[in-house]
């Protein structure tokens, strides 16, 4: 079985590892500790961990698999009338998120434990990678694979399949990369990383205010834009990364629709409403929701500001 599933994921070029559901537990314990400790704002852990770290275990007999994805940043265009045309860039794991846990569950069903459950594992996957060895963090808190640095999608997975102990898991490391390198503090716009720890200020962080609707935070509001939502500053200029691969969507927005969302608040007009909502629930739900225009608006300001 688990040479099976070793020659699957060589096959498309994944990293994969996998451990007892003790893993997971102790991936929520790392997290709560920082929670308890004040490291982690209580008020992110809330909104953002909470739900990863306690959910119900619903199998905590079987296995655990996680597998490390190669992707690529993706390109959506905006018709900006006379100044021309705006190429927003989306994130590694900003395109098609949930549609792509739903396709590998199917092809690792199918072809990487055929026989086995394969089920999807909700929880802090970049604490449970990291404790089976398959990712170590950068200095921003990233996690990173070897050969494809943190350009990859970590995807988590529960399994009745039997599987070999591997070796003991480890608690989260730091890249030898990391040592004496400061490039990503330095670059970040947010002061988000910091000097003093290696756990990202994740409450201050570009990605975090952008994810998120509402105003712009104060601490945010003149931090340069430069992907229509996320950031990639500190993956970019960082030496452990390979160059990032940028692939068209297919999708563009013309001039009357990019107006539209730049203008709208609350609603789209009618006229445009079934054509801009397919194509955003096509990139994936969090476009959905108001933060689009906004963060639009920030995209176009900052290559205003830059040309001029």
Same mark, same amino acid.
């Given at each position: ?96 998120y949930q549609t792509t846990f739903e396709d590998v569950r199917q092809d690792l069903a199918t ?10 594992l909700q929880g802090p996957h970049k604490a449970i990678a990291a404790r089976l060895g398959l ?92 992907? *229509?939502?996320?950031?990639l500053l500190c993956q970019r200029v960082c030496p452990a990364n390979p160059s990032l691969p ?25 006229? *445009? ?9 096509? *990139? ?11 963060? *639009? ?12």
């Amino acid at each position: 079985m688990v040479m099976g599933l070793q020659a699957w994921a060589d096959e498309r070029g994944y990293r994969v590892a996998w451990g007892s559901s003790e893993v997971v537990s102790e991936a929520k314990a790392d997290i709560a500790r920082l929670r308890d400790s004040g490291e982690l704002d209580p008020g992110f852990f809330d909104t953002e961990l909470a739900s990863e770290v306690f959910p119900e275990e619903p199998w905590p007999s079987m296995n655990a698999v996680m597998i490390a994805v190669p992707r690529p940043a993706h390109r959506v265009t905006f018709d900006l009338g006379v100044p021309g045309k705006l190429e927003a860039i989306l994130p590694p794991t900003y395109f098609r998120y949930q549609t792509t846990f739903e396709d590998v569950r199917q092809d690792l069903a199918t072809n990487g434990l055929p026989g086995s459950r394969v089920e999807h594992l909700q929880g802090p996957h970049k604490a449970i990678a990291a404790r089976l060895g398959l990712v170590r963090y950068g200095r921003n808190n990233i996690t990173y694979a070897p050969g494809t640095g943190s350009y990859l999608q970590l995807r988590g997975y529960w399994t009745d399949a039997e599987l070999p102990e591997r070796a003991e898991p480890a608690g989260p490391a730091l890249m030898p990369e990391c040592e004496g390198c400061d490039r990503c503090r330095k670059v970040c716009p947010t002061k988000a990383i910091g000097e003093d720890r290696m756990l990202l200020r994740a409450q201050q962080c570009l990605t975090y205010a952008n994810e998120n609707p509402g105003e712009w935070p104060e601490w945010a509001g003149n931090a340069p834009h430069r992907c *229509l939502v996320g950031c990639l500053l500190c993956q970019r200029v960082c030496p452990a990364n390979p160059s990032l691969p940028v692939e068209d969507t297919g999708l563009s927005f013309s001039s009357e629709e990019t107006k539209a969302l730049l203008e709208a608040h609350d609603a789209l007009p009618p006229a *445009l409403a079934n054509s801009v909502r397919k194509k955003l629930a096509w *990139l994936g739900p969090i476009y959905l929701g108001p933060i689009l225009g906004r963060n *639009l608006a920030a995209l176009v300001k900052a290559r205003s500001v830059s040309s001029s």
